[in-house]
């Protein structure tokens, strides 16, 4: 007989004011980071089942549950946590907090100046997630305890990218996934064209013809709708192949097309023009992009080729090959 599930253990009544009181502190301190009280509950009763409760530790008391709550390092996770849903000012205060610190930390361990950038690239990927469960983006910062400072954890998080940098590069993805899953990784994969399998290897070659001409319509449809600026960051990062911190360098520029552009979407680069941009921030760009590239291709399929969900399903499918020819972008230039 499979044994029970063990239910987690609630936290006392006498608990609830201590999460009260901390999440007001928090907002308090930051009160732009868009987190609601629910989400930081749920992430400190995660933590006190980990680290309180656990297997071996068995039932916990009040006191050890509000000794522990008390011991958390607040701040730090209520900024993860922001970070963790991509609300801007919470990115903004961790590259300002802690992005010295990344790079201090990488160019310690990693064996040159070059490896040590890649695992900065390869970390903030990780931060702001690259995976979509239950359509919601996974962050590396959910697993984010605040039980220890977050410069620790965040050393463990760059040791582990280094470890794993030199593995084999990432499966081919489509361009739902792609445009979910937002990252130097997985936009950067190279597509090529897969075999069908199932029902759709029935497909006969006129009926992939018709699939393929649509795909590659709705596509250049989808592109040539775009602003110029979501135009330059997709002509940067996949025609001209350019990284995440490579475009960051290039909006820097004063001369750059991208920032004006940028600097009307933030005041705060207004006040401070000479400012940094961060991976994170294009990062940001590049998945909205990304959204607004799938919702005008999908809508393109049904509307301008009535197509149903199924044949949506196989246009994305051949999307992965059409992608990889180069005059699929050309309506990525700006006018």
Sequence with gaps: MTPEKEQPQTLPDSC??????LYAAC??????????SETLCESLRKSVQKFVVGPSNGEATEAEIE??????????????LG???GNERAWWEFDHQHRAYLERVARHLASS????????????????GTRIVDGRRVSKFANYSGKGSIR?????????????????????????????????????????????GGEDSMIDEIAKNRYREATVKSIESAFSGLEDHEKLLLLYYHAENLKLREIARLVE???SPLRKWF?????????DPGSRIHESTIMRWLEKTYKKVLQTFSASLVGDFEMDEKEVEICLELATADLANPDIYRNLVTG
């Design 113 to 128: 100046d070059l490896n040590a950038q890649e695992v900065v690239d390869r970390v903030y990927v990780e931060l702001y």
């Design 67 to 80: 000794k522990f709550l008390k011991s958390v390092k607040i701040g730090e996770l209520f900024l993860a």
């Design 16 to 21: 609830e004011g201590i999460l009260n009181e």
């Design 83 to 85: 970070c963790s849903i």
């Design 152 to 196: 620790g954890w965040l050393r463990t998080v760059i040791w582990h990218s280094l470890v794993d940098m030199h593995r084999a590069s990432p499966d081919e993805v489509s361009l739902d996934e792609m445009t979910e899953n937002v990252g130097e990784g997985h936009a950067h994969s190279s597509f090529s064209e897969t075999e069908l």
């Design 263 to 271: 600097q009307r979407k933030s005041a705060r680069r207004k006040k």
């Design 27 to 36: 907002v308090e301190q930051a009160p732009n980071f868009g987190v609601d």
């Design 253 to 255: 520029k004063p001369e």
